[in-house]
């Protein structure tokens, strides 16, 4: 029986087949929100229902370099937090680029899940995307140029952002801030990270965004944050910027005791700011 990791619903995305088991677990019997996702051979959009709906969603992007994914701490988890605040919260194990399935595959998934999710009739008020590491590397590619040569209809962005701690564009050839840098394999996430550099390809006018680091992060360079804001910024978009000066890579929601840990209350208090949060 395929592993529902402790949704409320499932919703149906264009391109996902009936495969019986659609993705594996490093650990199937880990709760929810400790669960890590190893492989994916098809989509899977998983929904949680909040007590009070806003009227409003978000897509949830966890990260894991995409060759994994924490779908726990950084999916089910914030979603979890989401719900709190009133959202319709989804949460989507996408495919990973590789010999499989090819660059393309994870900006595809979370495109065919914007989609599904809009169809649903739970974003009747808007549809956000909150992405922690890869995860936010792909949300905010999902407010730049989709690569023409990729078979692709244009699709409406997100109404807001938020990105943590995101490989933005320093794992792209010639961008890179850690010195001599190897190139990632597979050769298909070096290539995907080559052509999908949303700071150099955003929309015009791209939504709102809440954009959060560590400004010691040894993984994920700040400098990512920077590059994304100022591309904002520079497209007429509004972007909120925090960045704390002493935090684990992938700080996600588990931080007791850190200062970073209240960044969760500030992307609240942003997202009533913007108007996404009644």
């Known amino acids: 029986m395929e592993h529902r990791l402790g949704a409320d619903l499932t919703l149906r995305m264009d391109g996902a087949g009936d495969a019986p088991v659609a993705f594996t677990l490093a650990n199937p019997d880990a709760a929810p929100t400790a669960s890590v996702v190893k492989t994916v051979a098809e989509p899977r959009l998983f929904g949680y229902l909040p007590e009070r709906p806003n009227g409003r969603a978000m897509l949830v992007l966890g990260g894991g370099g995409y060759v994994e994914l924490m779908v726990?701490?950084?999916?089910?988890?914030?979603?979890?937090?989401?719900?709190?605040?009133?959202?319709?919260?989804?949460?989507?194990?996408?495919?990973?680029?590789?010999?499989?399935?090819?660059?393309?595959?994870?900006?595809?998934?979370?495109?065919?899940?914007?989609?599904?999710?809009?169809?649903?009739?739970?974003?009747?008020?808007?549809?956000?995307?909150?992405?922690?590491?890869?995860?936010?590397?792909?949300?905010?590619?999902?407010?730049?140029?989709?690569?023409?040569?990729?078979?692709?209809?244009?699709?409406?962005?997100?109404?807001?952002?938020?990105?943590?701690?995101?490989?933005?564009?320093?794992?792209?050839?010639?961008?890179?801030?850690?010195?001599?840098?190897?190139?990632?394999?597979?050769?298909?996430?070096?290539?995907?990270?080559?052509?999908?550099?949303?700071?150099?390809?955003?929309?015009?006018?791209?939504?709102?965004?809440?954009?959060?680091?560590?400004?010691?992060?040894?993984?994920v360079p700040v400098e990512n944050a920077r590059r994304l804001h100022a591309a904002l910024e520079a497209k007429g978009g509004s972007a909120e910027l925090h960045v704390f000066g002493d935090a684990p890579h992938g700080f996600a929601l588990d931080t007791p005791g850190l200062p970073v840990s209240v960044w969760p209350t500030l992307c609240e208090a942003w997202l009533r700011q913007v108007g996404f949060l009644d």
């Open 72 to 219: 726990g701490r950084e999916g089910v988890q914030v979603a979890r937090w989401l719900n709190r605040l009133g959202y319709v919260a989804y949460v989507l194990v996408h495919r990973f680029p590789n010999a499989e399935h090819g660059l393309s595959a994870p900006l595809d998934d979370a495109r065919a899940a914007l989609a599904a999710i809009r169809a649903s009739g739970t974003a009747a008020k808007g549809l956000g995307v909150v992405g922690l590491s890869s995860g936010g590397h792909l949300a905010a590619c999902l407010a730049a140029e989709y690569p023409p040569e990729w078979s692709g209809e244009p699709i409406a962005p997100p109404d807001v952002l938020v990105i943590g701690y995101a490989p933005i564009s320093t794992n792209a050839a010639g961008r890179q801030i850690v010195a001599d840098k190897p190139p990632l394999p597979p050769v298909e996430k070096q290539a995907m990270y080559d052509r999908l550099q949303p700071d150099a390809r955003l929309l015009d006018k791209p939504p709102p965004a809440f954009i959060v680091y560590a400004g010691n992060d040894p993984v």
